[in-house]
């Protein structure tokens, strides 16, 4: 075994992270990247700081030939570390990069559904006709159904890989420079996805907000040219949404294997606490937003409850957060 992964063995197996390495080590955390990936070896100052740390020997880490000593991981919960083939990760990364798209496909069809019954509900009035509005929520839930399936399929075909988000795990030797190779092969479509994603859904509320003031000042109906504008900005966030989540969701993949962002050791324990308060938040804004909406039928204002609910989700996040700090004491 060499530097770079007896550097990423230890690492991993005394629950650090690269940043936390780092800190440790009083270097940056691209240095330590970069003594992983065998990009710069560590002088031997570093070297000495790093047997201290890891508590092995430096011929250890400087002699390819030295077996990896018997290491116990130190962790608070004395928990052992979850142990991952290099089988079990080209499983993991083949078929989350297949239910990526289907995850996302299902939800961009649940985001359309809305559409059809937002257009015939607003025919209903015009037309003085009720009856429409109750087939619009007919069709919208026949469109739903084949995105519940999707939903169904992916949790069923991830379900035996569900212990990468909430055990600590051990990958075996090659794994991590395997994953961060194909996770920098992916960066750049990832970033773009991410940029257009998010530009879509910008300019989906920008013309919803157009279609607001138009309604005021055009000769149509106002119910009509509102569904409309929220029927586009829909349309537009569906396509939007399909990017973010496709992208997210591959580069999510990686991160589980390396144990890095949303996937660290910290963040697991963090959801093994039970405490998901801006999940039930999101929960309840959701609900809020269609009852308001369904009851004033001011489709064309209502969207401000998401808008006001976005900016607030930090706040929720920060005061989460808090509560588990408290919860860990």
């Known amino acids: 075994m060499i530097l770079a992964d007896k550097i990423i063995d230890l690492r991993k ?12 080590m009083n270097v940056s955390r691209q240095s330590v990247s970069k003594w992983e990936s065998a990009q710069s070896v560590p002088d031997l100052n570093k070297i000495i700081m790093l047997s201290e740390i890891f508590g092995v020997s430096t011929d250890y880490l400087l002699k390819d030939s ?19 083939s290099m089988e079990e990760a080209n499983e993991f990364l083949s078929e989350n990069g297949k239910n990526a798209g289907r995850l996302a496909l299902g939800t961009m069809i649940c985001i359309l559904a809305v559409i059809p019954m937002l257009m015939l509900g607003a025919l209903s009035e015009t037309v003085d006709k009720g009856f429409l509005g109750g087939i619009g929520i007919a069709v919208m839930l026949c469109i739903i159904a084949p995105a519940v399936g999707i939903f169904i399929r992916t949790g069923s ?17 090659g794994i ?7 996770k920098a092969q992916f960066k750049p479509a990832y970033d ?3 940029t257009v994603g998010v530009i879509l859904c910008i300019v989906g509320a920008a013309v919803m907000m157009t279609a607001g003031v138009l309604s005021e000042n055009i000769d149509l109906p106002e119910a009509m040219v509102g569904a409309a504008g929220v029927s586009i900005m829909l349309a537009l966030i569906a396509v939007g949404v399909f990017l973010i989540i496709k ?3 591959v580069m999510g993949g990686y991160n589980r294997l390396l144990e890095e ?8 324990q963090e959801r093994s606490s039970g405490l998901d308060l801006v999940g039930i938040y999101w929960i309840v804004l959701t609900a809020a937003f269609l009852a308001v909406s369904f009851l004033t039928k001011a489709w064309n204002y209502t969207w401000i409850i998401f808008a006001v609910g976005g900016v607030l989700t930090p706040v929720v996040s920060a005061i989460s957060n808090a509560l588990k700090g408290r919860k860990k004491q």
């Not at 290491?71 to 928990?79: A, F, H, I, P």
């Not at 075909?157 to 030797?173: N, Q, S």
């Not at 962002?261 to 697991?268: A, L, V």
């Open 157 to 173: 075909a991830m379900e035996k890989f569900g212990y990468l988000e909430k055990e600590a795990i051990d990958t075996a030797y």
């Open 13 to 24: 197996k005394n629950g650090f992270s690269q940043e936390e390495l780092a800190e440790k």
């Open 176 to 182: 991590d420079g395997m994953v961060k190779e194909r």
């Open 66 to 84: 030295i077996d990896s000593p018997d290491l116990t991981v130190r962790e608070d919960s004395g928990e052992e570390l979850r142990k991952v």
């Open 261 to 268: 962002g949303d996937y660290s050791r910290e963040k697991k």
């Open 247 to 249: 992208a997210s969701t």
């Open 192 to 194: 773009r996805s991410m």
